[in-house]
């Protein structure tokens, strides 16, 4: 009938170990494509940074770069701080800018871990990282990895790279760019220290040579200005300076000293310049060293000199500086002041003598007056013993005259209180008796020549106590001495209430009775 059918053509697979295989070699081609893409990268960024001289620039352009490698907007770089006790966070990106300024120590945070272990820290989440910084603003941070700096085994600083999208992390490729950039990026920041150090150097030797030139003008100044003149030497002894006060004192222009020895030194002046100039190159200080020099027009000038040696910028000696003063004008004055001085001195000498003579008469004056003063001073002694005496004795009879007084005061109480208690008595019982004219006038002379009798020996007081009875004379008496009631009765064997009667009789005799007047100080005040 017709031709057989012929079957369609069948795709035939790869057997399954094969298959396994080519996908392993297409898995790295594509890492070494990647890798291949990395190193060009890490080749043209090893070209911009050794480029980079400026250290903040560089550190710009490092952080910018790694961020372009892992494909991130969020960064940072910590260095070491000079005290090697916290980092410090220099420049930041992204969310990393505003930190500027943040300090970790060892063991915090990423930056402090990467530090302390010297290895790379990776974290997935770092929001919700325990260890992580408080800042708010990083809250919204996912992956973040820290890679080391690090210089013969220390760490010098973090490279840091941080994402925000929850579903980007960084790879183990990651970590290997960036510890293969971190060693490029330190190359580049040795550099730049190394570039900064040596234009310190060069900014500070320039500053060192400025200083040097205006400190020579300056001394060149000073010397030109010196009223002192000055002269320069060679270790040959040639002059190099002269200022313009040594041409003024001693004569010569510098065009005729410099280059040449300066025949100044008078000959007997020679040994002493001779063993200065020894001590001079032996390193002492030559210090306001008297000596003489001539002039141009041989005039000899007494001169104070001082010199010391200068060197070059090594230890080697370059020469001596001179500094000379004419002291002639002062050893004139000097003269003329010890020519004065030796008249003083006769003068003085006359004096003395004369000071000698009215001195032996003063001593004997003196003498004099200390014999008169001596007696005097025993005539003093003498008053002073006697007029002690006599003090003693006015004290001894003031004395006796108080105790007289009291005595006297005593036996005046006593006799009027004899007189009350043992003849008044009597006599009023006479009186009251029948009694003619005669006997009436008798008793009358009787008081009377009794009442006469008794007076010397009637005080103040007792005069007062005249009208008072016995008892109470006995009881004024102790009111007196400042007795109360109840010492009053049992002294005179009374009662207390006998004891208030007889005082307010005491108080009626005196006219006291409706007064408030105290009745011991009434009794006292008749004594004075």
């Known amino acids: 009938m017709g031709h057989d059918a012929v079957p369609p053509a069948r795709k035939l697979s ?67 701080e000079p005290d090697q006790n916290e980092m410090h966070l220099r420049v930041g990106k992204g969310i990393f800018s505003g930190l500027l300024g943040v300090r970790v120590k060892a063991g915090q945070a990423i930056g402090g871990m990467v530090w302390q272990t010297g290895k790379p820290v990776m974290v997935e989440d770092y929001g919700a990282w325990p260890e992580r910084l408080t800042d708010r603003a990083l809250d919204r941070l996912r992956a973040v990895v820290g890679i080391p700096l690090k210089s013969r085994g220390q760490v010098l600083g973090v490279i840091g790279l941080a994402s925000m999208d929850p579903g980007k992390n960084f790879a183990r490729q990651d970590l290997w760019v960036l510890s293969r950039f971190a060693d490029l990026a330190l190359i580049a920041l040795d550099k730049a220290g190394l570039y900064e150090e040596l234009k310190r150097e060069l900014t500070e030797r320039e500053r ?65 310049t001779r063993q200065a100039i020894e001590s001079m190159l032996s390193g002492q200080k030559i210090l306001l060293f008297e000596t003489r020099r001539l002039t141009k027009d041989g005039r000899v000038l007494d001169v104070q000199l001082s010199s010391t040696l200068y060197r070059e910028l090594g230890s080697r000696a370059a020469g001596n500086i001179v500094t000379l003063r004419d002291i002639s004008a002062q050893k004139r004055a000097e003269q003329e ?36 003063q001596s007696a005097l001073m025993r005539r003093e002694v003498e008053l002073d ?43 009023e019982r006479l009186k009251r008796g029948r ?44 009111i007196k001495e400042g007795k109360t009631n109840k010492e009053i009765a049992d002294l005179m064997f009374l009662s207390k209430n006998t004891v208030l009667f007889h005082r307010q009789n005491i108080r009626r005799k005196l006219g006291l009775k409706r007064q408030k007047v105290n009745l011991r100080t009434h009794l006292l005040s008749f004594d004075r």
């Open 435 to 478: 009694l003619d004219t005669g006997q009436e006038i008798l008793v009358g002379i009787l008081e009377t020549n009794l009442g006469n009798i008794l007076s010397p020996f009637i005080s103040q007081l007792s005069s007062r106590y005249f009208n008072f009875t016995p008892t109470e004379i006995r009881l004024a008496n102790l």
């Open 385 to 427: 013993a006697q007029r002690q005496h006599l003090e003693e004795v006015n004290t001894a009879l003031k004395v006796l005259l108080k105790q007289r007084e009291a005595d006297r005061k005593e036996l005046g109480e006593s006799v009027l209180s004899n007189v009350k208690e043992l003849v008044e008595p009597y006599l």
């Open 14 to 80: 790869p057997p399954a170990p094969l298959a396994a295989s080519l996908a392993r070699l297409e898995r790295r081609c594509r890492r070494l494509q990647q890798r291949n893409a990395y190193l060009s990268a890490l080749h043209e960024t090893s070209l911009q940074l050794i480029e980079r001289l400026d250290r903040k620039e560089l550190l710009e352009v490092i952080l910018e770069r790694a961020a372009l490698l892992t494909g991130t907007q969020h960064g940072y770089i910590y260095l070491l």
């Open 208 to 272: 060192t040579e400025v200083t040097l030139r205006e400190s020579e003008e300056r001394y060149r100044q000073l010397l030109e200005a010196s009223p002192d003149p000055v002269v320069v030497y060679d270790m040959a002894g040639n002059a190099t300076y002269a200022n313009p006060a040594f041409e003024q004192t001693f004569g010569w222009k510098r065009h005729e000293l410099l280059g040449k020895n300066i025949d100044f030194v008078p000959p007997e002046s020679w040994p002493e």
């Open 337 to 372: 002041v010890r020519r004065y001085h030796e008249h003083l001195e006769e003068l003085v000498a006359e004096r003395t003598a004369e000071l000698a003579q009215s001195n032996r008469q003063l001593e004997q004056e003196i003498e004099e007056r200390r014999r008169t």
